[in-house]
């Protein structure tokens, strides 16, 4: 009773347009129609292969990574966009739920032992934020989370517009793992909301490896396509 009454004053939102849904953390029709789920794709990066390619797409098979493996669970869109940014930016926290609900698909595919690390924000945009979405991200997806094993040890600007040269540039050095932590023959899984070039989850996975970690791997909310 209680439930239904709630439901009644409070109803399920869609989390892509606000429309009443039937469920909490439902889209509905119209925007589901919108989402584009990654399935099926390189065996590497997850994003869909073009007619030439094997199982490996040419970004992966001509780059050398220190990711081991990404996914994403939709491609970037105006729905996942909005949905991101009322997370990130309009505090509206329990979409990090929603989000995760959808990310635990793509999860599968990693590694099932590894360790959740959520990318770090530096201490100052934590400040202002008050939170660091990644790591919302990361509990609700019901695994193991280390939020502070991997730290932005230098403040870098906002790396909207930059090319991805410039963008590998800035963040090169800018991650550190915890201090006097050795993660020798651990797997780990980076946690993010969004994979734009990927320069930011490089630069981290080199700090991981570093400090010993057996593979790196990075899962997304949704990640931006050529």
Known sequence: MGRLMLDFSLP???AGCGDIVAEVDL???????QLRFLTGGCSRCGVPLAPADDEVCGDCTAGKNALHRSRAALAYGEIPRGVAMRLKYGRKIALARTMAIYMKR????????ALLVPVPLHRWRLWQR???QAVLIARALGREVDPDLLRRVRATPRLKGLNPSQRKATVRGAFAVRPGESLKNRDIILVDDVITTGSTAEACARALRKAGARQVELLAWARVLK
């Open 27 to 33: 889209f509905c029709n119209a925007c589901w129609g």
């Open 106 to 113: 793509p999860l599968a595919d990693l590694s099932p032992n």
């Open 12 to 14: 399920p939102r869609c």
């Open 130 to 132: 008050g939170f660091n």
